[in-house]
């Protein structure tokens, strides 16, 4: 299945009861909107679908893993409940991967910027290649991983989360991801990734998909509140990307 956007695309294949979904935008697989809308959809229906029994979330090229939210549309918010509703595309993604029944395994072929990290953190187990370096500029362009932070804080905890946030524009290697615990298992070339990823995906999908759903469940224990908390942040976000600073730092970072 194929859902198609204005711009970027998310694809849907289903093999072996492995569903990979595919996102793409030609600004190093950001997000705008539309998109984060179409995966969240996505989402919600393959853990309704009895046919699969884990996810593969990956993204397009050989490029960047995901350049987070798209510059262009948060240059275009021009009020709050626009912005409150932008962010909130990524606490509803977060969300749908964070109660969905399935397994959700990460496959991080290079950089992963703002909610990229998101994205990854909210992945149940990550491949990712030695590229696959980190970074949460945020704070450099006047707003901050408020939306994200739950599911990245629940990885790396807070003290790897503090360095992550405050030190806007640096990287962060994969190695340092790994060691942290964002990442699951790095590989030197993408061909060893995909080869690693494709036999652990063959033998997690021959296992009971009932203990895989009960093990979901254990994963995500008291995030409950996240259904409300996630939607504060991104009220919290919504009103910060209206500033002056905010809308400099987004035009030059743009240039």
């Not at 030190?167 to 060893?192: R, T």
């Given at each position: 299945m194929n859902t198609l956007s204005p711009v970027g695309f998310i694809?849907?294949?289903?093999?072996?009861?492995?569903?990979?979904?595919?996102?793409?935008?030609?600004?190093?697989?950001?997000?705008?909107?539309?998109?984060?809308?179409?995966?969240t959809n996505e989402l919600n229906l393959l853990s309704e679908n009895e046919l699969v029994s884990l996810i593969v979330l990956k993204s397009e090229g050989n490029g960047a893993f995901c350049a987070g939210a798209s510059f262009d549309e948060l240059l275009s918010i021009d009020n709050f409940e626009d912005g409150k509703l932008f962010f909130s595309g990524f606490a509803n993604v977060i969300n749908a991967m964070r109660?969905?029944?399935?397994?959700?395994?990460g496959r991080v072929q290079g950089k992963a910027v703002g909610g990229g990290v998101g994205l990854a953190s909210a992945c149940d187990y990550v491949f990712a290649t030695d590229n696959a370096s980190v970074k949460l500029s945020e704070l450099a362009i006047g707003i901050g991983p408020f939306v994200i932070e739950p599911a990245v804080s629940r990885k790396i905890g807070k003290t790897a989360m503090s360095q992550l946030t405050l030190?806007?524009?640096?990287?962060?290697?994969?190695?340092?991801?790994?060691?942290?615990?964002?990442?699951?298992?790095?590989?030197?070339?993408?061909?060893?990734?995909?080869?690693?990823?494709?036999?652990?995906?063959?033998?997690?999908?021959?296992?009971?998909?009932?203990?895989?759903?009960?093990?979901?469940?254990?994963?995500?224990?008291n995030t409950a509140n996240w259904n409300t908390l996630l939607y504060d942040r991104a009220a919290i976000s919504g009103q910060l990307v209206l500033s002056d600073f905010t809308k400099n730092a987004l035009s030059a970072f743009k240039k």
């Open positions: 694809a849907t294949t289903i093999d072996n009861k492995t569903a990979t979904i595919t996102f793409s935008h030609p600004a190093s697989n950001s997000f705008p909107s539309n998109l984060l809308r179409d995966l109660i969905c029944q399935k397994i959700i395994i030190a806007a524009h640096d990287w962060k290697s994969a190695q340092w991801a790994f060691e942290n615990g964002l990442y699951s298992e790095i590989f030197s070339s993408m061909e060893d990734l995909d080869t690693s990823l494709a036999l652990f995906t063959s033998k997690l999908s021959s296992y009971n998909p009932e203990a895989l759903e009960g093990m979901k469940q254990v994963f995500w224990e």
